[in-house]
């Protein structure tokens, strides 16, 4: 039987580390595995958009080490290029707010024999945007198993309501505990209470439980995707 993943996760730039150190601490509990917090590193070059002082969540998550090797993408503008028809299909929730998942492998596949590969999830207090969105909370690339979390939507102040750190925390333990899921080959999961569903705003990410759904935790402890 396959060791379980390590979980890693990555700051990035300057969120605070006592919150993102007690949100490790929590995502582990609730995953029931290994989860490390790894030192800071800077955000990379040329993430910041002046023209609209947020991050371009594809740069950030560039930045974020691959645990896997992907096949290479098509060229822009191709009819094989998912992003040259994406924007037209969106649907309300995608197209605001929300996360920003990279196609997934495809469905129906062996489960992969060996090791399973560790899963990266950067954190950043960085807004982040994505092509054809305002913002995301968050961006998941699961062909190389990797994820990068935006904090400042999470944050109570950005939308000038009194400061609220531990439920701030809590949101950010969810966004980690959906990205996780998704970097690991999962779904978004139409559960609203699920920490791996989409969420449109703050509010609906307090809506969530703390621990993945039911269908969610079958399928990251079996099959092709899995912790």
């Not at 040329?46 to 560039?62: C, E, I, L, M, T």
Request: net charge positive; hydrophobic share 35%.
């Amino acid at each position: 039987m396959a060791e379980p993943a390590t979980i890693t996760i990555l700051p990035m730039g300057t969120p605070d580390l006592a919150e993102l150190e007690a949100s490790t601490k929590r995502v582990a509990k609730n995953l029931g595995l290994v989860v490390e917090l790894a030192k800071p590193i800077s955000m990379p070059p040329g993430h910041f958009d002046p023209a609209r002082s947020q991050s371009d969540a594809r740069k950030v998550v560039a930045a974020v080490p691959a645990t896997v090797t992907a096949q290479p993408r098509p060229a822009p503008g191709t009819t094989a290029d998912p992003k040259a028809t994406r924007a037209a299909t969106l649907t309300p929730m995608e197209a605001f707010g929300s996360r920003g998942t990279a196609p997934a492998p495809a469905p129906g596949k062996p489960a992969p024999s060996g090791p399973i590969r560790p899963i990266k999830v950067g954190v950043t207090d960085s807004d982040m945007y994505l092509d054809y969105r305002d913002y995301v909370f968050s961006h998941v690339e699961p062909n190389y198993r990797r994820a990068v979390v935006s904090t400042k939507r999470l944050k109570e102040a950005f939308w000038r309501r009194k400061s609220d750190p531990a439920k701030q925390q809590t949101r950010l333990v969810r966004e980690i505990m959906g990205a996780v899921a998704l970097a690991a080959g999962a779904p978004p999961c139409p559960d609203p209470a699920c920490p791996a569903s989409a969420a449109r705003g703050p509010l609906d990410i307090d809506q969530k439980g703390d621990r993945l759904c039911h269908n969610c935790d079958l399928k990251l402890r079996g099959g092709a995707v899995r912790l």
